[in-house]
């Protein structure tokens, strides 16, 4: 009977690597016939299932490179960032730190003066699931005053005006993609832990999962890939600052599947905080948000997934918790239609 068990336990673990191996042959099959057409773009594409790391990656680290791409290449991820302060968000409530529910009033820095229409109306939450109604940073004027760095300009009193002379919340409770929202939270979070973002990040995500090519203030290393924007130029990577917690982190394909192990796999801090970002804060049509995370459903599936674009890359991750599957996906240009459009199909051909 003993033998009988051990022999039926072989057989089901050479299964689901036969079939872990099945779906990324299908998935490298998608990456590559997209790098052929697509030369200039460089991909690196990572993929977990039940607990499995597989990884795929095509091209160099720039076109006047010889280096290939690998899976510790580092992207930016752009506002793939958000799910990770969204995670420090709700680590702090785990930790009794703040609600959810909690107004926004008595966490900001003493600099937030908000006008009284406004003030004990904003929610931690609302921030976090893009709902607050606040005027947001316009990122055509940053552009006009600096096209590689454009939040460059962008400070601690830019914020604060921004938001105290606010008279009004536009739209308050429907869904307006905010990146001012997760600067916020970002302050906020530094209020109540009494250290920077940068301290937070670095002590609870980036050492505590041992990500080893996640970076924050510092990038120049030599796996790095260059950024090139819509128009096939050059784009720097942008720079450290206040708006950090929306969208300032780099990182690899390697490191996000260690993150998307630990969320899917692990019973930690990490992993519960990931679970509380996975419910439904706003629902309106076929739009539904957690914290920082997009929710989509079909007739079989639930997906959490986020989406990323700097001025220079664009990035995309997604998640089936029951399924216990991910998968990350870096281009080393800005361009949402393609890292879309490779997501689509991988989703509807190979993993639905």
Known sequence: MNNTFKFLTVILLLSSSSFGQEIYKRIDSIIKNNYERNPNIGVSVGFINENKEYYTAYGKLNMESDIDINKNTIFEIASITKILTSNLVAQAVIENKM????????????????????????????????QSGLKDLDFGKLLELNPQQPLGNVTTKTLSDLVNNS????????????????????????????????????????????LQNTLTKEFNLENRTTGYNQNGNVQEFLKWNITAPAGLIKSSASDMILFLKVILNEEDVVSKAAKMTEKTFYKKGER????????????????????????????IICYNRVENWGIILLLNQ???????????????????
């Open 167 to 210: 008279t009004e919340l536009i739209d308050y409770g429907q869904y307006r993609y905010s990146t001012i929202g997760y600067t916020l939270l970002g302050q906020i979070l530094e209020t109540v832990y009494n250290k920077s973002f940068d301290e937070l990040i670095t002590e609870k995500i980036v050492d505590k999962l041992q």
């Open 288 to 315: 539904e948000l957690g914290l920082g995370t997009n929710i989509f459903k079909d007739d079989q599936n639930t997906l959490y997934l986020k989406s990323g674009d700097s001025m220079g890359q664009s990035s």
């Open 99 to 130: 609600n959810l529910d909690h107004l926004i009033d008595d966490y900001l820095p003493d600099s937030y003066v908000l006008h009284r229409n406004i003030q004990n109306k904003i929610k931690i939450s609302d921030l976090a699931s893009h």
């Open 334 to 352: 800005r361009n949402s239609k393609m890292r879309q459009d490779l997501l689509n199909k991988i989703y509807e051909t190979v993993l639905k």
